[in-house]
């Protein structure tokens, strides 16, 4: 499994258009965040996470997601822009979730989703999230017009 920072550092090209589709809604990264349940099957959650230069991270609510991630770190994160005409763009990424327990990383990321969201503070209950950092094993970008020197349709990566 690689950090973000080590996938960028290998392929900047898939890095950047995944970053760019992952904010490809303004300044709050909006994604699809699959866990495996205890049965094995999915389960799909909206997710806003954070990437920085060296990683892509995740605050987690207590709850099944949570629970799946705990139990086993298995994820896929998908994000897809609207509308037409490149509504079929997308950033997939698949890999294993680490729970991060760094007080001083999450106060740096704390900083930088108040600061993408506009607000003074956190919300309540925040408190009770918990940081993590999505490794990556596999990444698909999906684009109908070529760009930073990518190819319309499928790119895949594999770690």
Known sequence: MLTFGEFSDLRPD?????RSLLYGHGRIALGFLATVTKDGGPRVHPICPLVTDRAL?????????????RRDGRFALHSETFPPPCHDD??????????????????????????????????????SEELVEFRLD????????????????HTTWAH
Do not use: H, M, S
Not at 97 to 103: E, T
């Open 138 to 153: 596999r990444c698909l970008i999906t684009l109908t017009k070529p760009q930073e020197n990518l190819p319309a349709g």
């Open 90 to 127: 997308a950033f997939y990424a698949t890999g294993r979730a680490v729970f991060v327990d760094d007080p001083q990383l999450r106060d740096t990321l704390t900083a930088q989703l108040l600061a993408e969201r506009d607000l003074a503070e956190p919300w309540p209950g925040f408190a």
């Open 14 to 18: 898939l890095a950047a258009v995944g």
């Open 57 to 69: 991270y995740g605050f987690i609510v207590p709850g099944p997601k949570r629970d799946d991630l």
